[in-house]
């Protein structure tokens, strides 16, 4: 039997799974059954740490629902942040955490209600998000992709995993839910993609509906706040201080000129869950 501990960052949940001086792996077949809602414990992922790091304070590696492994994840990261400060192997001084898309800064507040997340620098290039497209490798701004028949404008951007941002003024569950999975999978995103569909509000708010690559239609992500927030201040439509409404709550955004992205928000307690072996 293995112990899970369950958290939520604006609903989109992960169970923290801690292998202390166990060597553990889980198959694809073991996290699609342990992530399942109806057959295990239920998440939209596993977060595997603290794991040993050469370059960090901690490691993590970032288990989807699909069996596949995420290179970031906002939420992932915020929720791991308060479970090391839960467990005291982390106070209320900045630390360092090693995951797949690169180094990550963060810090709890003293409540551990507010958690911070220095994610990175987002890179709107081709050959870094990556895209497979037409002509010179480029910044991708504004580009069509067609889609069930549907000619749509996107934007991809990376933050350490992928994404395609599409704006919009109709947001709705039903078109993500819809188009999600086709922009995921479409040919232009090698190593797919996650997908926001972006609504700007003002200069300092956004909203945004999410189809997480390998997760599904999903209440809050904050790498994927952070990519539409960085697309809503290249399209000069934003300025620095943003924030994102999602069907889950809301995240703080900072962005500068270079586009280095600063997230703040929540992550709450859930239960800690103890998985019997006849589950898997």
């Not at 595997?48 to 993590?60: C, I, Q, R, Y």
């Not at 958690?115 to 701004?141: C, K, T, Y």
């Not at 232009?188 to 972006?198: A, E, G, H, S």
């Not at 997480?212 to 209440?219: D, Q, V």
Request: net charge negative; with cysteine.
């Amino acid at each position: 039997m293995n112990a899970f501990e369950k958290y939520h960052a604006l609903g989109n949940d992960y169970l923290v799974y801690d292998p202390k001086d166990e060597i553990r792996e889980f198959t694809q077949e073991e996290t699609i059954r342990i992530c399942h809602r109806n057959f295990g414990l239920g998440s939209d992922g596993i977060l595997l740490g603290p794991l040993p790091s050469e370059k960090a304070d901690f490691g993590l590696r970032i288990l989807n629902p699909d069996g596949s492994e995420a290179e970031k994840s906002g939420n992932g990261l915020r929720i791991f942040a308060r479970y090391l400060r839960d467990s005291g192997k982390a106070g209320t001084s900045p630390f360092t955490v090693d995951t797949l898309g690169g180094i990550v800064t963060c810090e709890v507040s003293e409540d551990a209600s507010v958690i911070s997340v220095e994610m990175g620098q987002v890179s709107f290039h081709s050959d870094v998000v990556p895209v497979n497209l037409e002509g010179d490798a480029r910044e991708v701004l504004d580009e069509p992709i067609e889609v069930e028949g549907q000619s749509l404008k996107y934007y991809a951007a990376t933050i350490g995993n992928p994404h395609c941002v599409i704006p919009t003024e109709d947001l709705s569950e039903k078109l993500t839910r819809d188009l999600g999975p086709l922009l995921e999978n479409h040919p232009n995103f090698p190593n797919r993609t996650n997908v926001q569909f972006l609504k700007i509000i003002d200069r300092n708010r956004i909203r945004i509906e999410i189809w997480e690559r390998g997760a599904g239609y999903t209440l809050a992500s904050g790498s994927s706040s952070s990519a539409a927030g960085a697309v809503a201040r290249k399209m000069g439509a934003c300025d620095e201080q943003i924030t994102v409404e999602m069907p889950g709550g809301e995240i703080g955004l900072m962005i500068d000129d270079a586009f280095n992205v600063r997230m703040t928000g929540p992550a709450t307690r859930v239960a800690t869950m103890v998985l019997d072996n006849e589950c898997l």
